[in-house]
């Protein structure tokens, strides 16, 4: 039965293909790119898919969820008309984590610490560019303020610092971690915390964002730029898991369901479990970089506006 079937006029046939359409994952993804208007390719798999295997594909003009059987699932590869961006192959697997002696600080889905993230030069030269740009934090995608987080923000990365060599090194090693590429990553975001400032409980996964072509924050890059400060942790209630400020520390943590990622499926897959706050600060300054993580591209359609 074929339930992804896209709404009538946006299936888009190859005039090359055969009425099998039958192709393995790259075959497909490749002909979609070629293919005037094509945003997706859908396919019907069964739990053991394989992207060598060969699948009925369905070319897209949308972006439409599509529903899920009980015995297959239905995966969607995105493309974008204009940048670069590749399947992503989804997280590492937590053995490879582990090989690489990365502390995993919870299981599912995994929180990963990376000590000494961030040299001392690296750290400077983030201050020191964030320190001219801080305005008041916001929330959620309207970038509206909010008394859920009184702190200020800079973000790096977007205009004449999109070049910087530091920056560019960082996010190399980020790409290493999490198999993204660059594009899906959201840019540099600074943030700065005076004491009795703070960031109420929340989840970085928006569900607005689910239909964009980029998709939800299904994961957060978060770094730690001081630790001469007192409160501030990194609270994640339901995981029983606090974080306190460390200069130089990274946590990657997945605000999503962490097998769902690795089967290939990045829409719908929220995990209400990664909801986490920033303590409130006691005293002196806590300074920290946001990286939120997509599925896919997010950079392409953020600087052409199409993102709402
Ligand atoms: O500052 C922190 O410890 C967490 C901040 C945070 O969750 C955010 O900026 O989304
Ligand atoms: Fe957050």
New binding site residues.
């Given amino acids: 039965m074929r339930r992804c079937a896209p709404p009538p006029g946006n299936d888009l046939v190859p005039a090359n293909l055969g009425p099998e359409r039958r192709l393995s994952m790259k075959a497909a993804v490749k002909l979609c790119r070629r293919l005037s208007g094509c945003r997706a390719v859908t396919a019907e798999v069964a739990a053991d898919f394989a992207p060598e295997t060969e699948y009925e594909w369905h070319f897209k003009t949308t972006l439409e969820p599509c529903v899920q059987s009980e015995s297959t699932r239905t995966i969607e590869i995105p493309l974008k008309a204009r940048g670069n961006s590749t399947a992503w192959p989804g997280p590492m697997p937590v053995a490879e984590l582990q090989a690489l002696k990365m502390q995993i600080v919870h299981e599912d889905p995994p929180v990963v610490r990376i000590e000494k993230f961030l040299s001392e030069l690296e750290i400077e030269h983030i201050k020191s560019l964030a320190r001219p740009r801080f305005v008041k934090s916001t929330v959620g995608m309207t970038y509206e303020g909010g008394g859920s987080r009184t702190s200020e923000t800079a973000w790096l990365n977007l205009g004449e610092d999109g070049n910087d060599e530091t920056l560019r090194n960082i996010t190399s090693r980020i790409t290493q971690i999490t198999r993204l590429q660059h594009e899906n990553m959201e840019p540099f975001q600074v ?1 700065r915390y005076q004491p009795g400032q703070f ?1 109420a409980e929340h989840q ?1 996964y928006l569900d607005q964002q689910e239909e964009q072509v980029c998709g939800g924050r299904i994961g957060t890059f978060f770094m730690y730029l001081n630790d001469d400060v007192e409160g ?1 942790e ?1 609270h994640f209630p339901a995981w029983n898991l606090k974080i306190k400020p460390e200069k130089g520390l990274a946590i990657l943590w997945w605000n999503v369901n962490y097998t769902a990622l690795q089967e290939g499926q990045f829409r719908k897959v929220s995990d209400p479990g990664a909801s ?1 706050e ?1 303590l409130p600060v006691r005293e002196g300054e806590k300074w ?1 970089v ?1 990286r939120w993580l997509h599925p896919y591209d997010f950079l392409t359609p953020y600087f052409a506006g199409e993102l709402r």
């Fill in positions: 943030v960031f970085d501030g990194t986490h920033a920290v946001n």
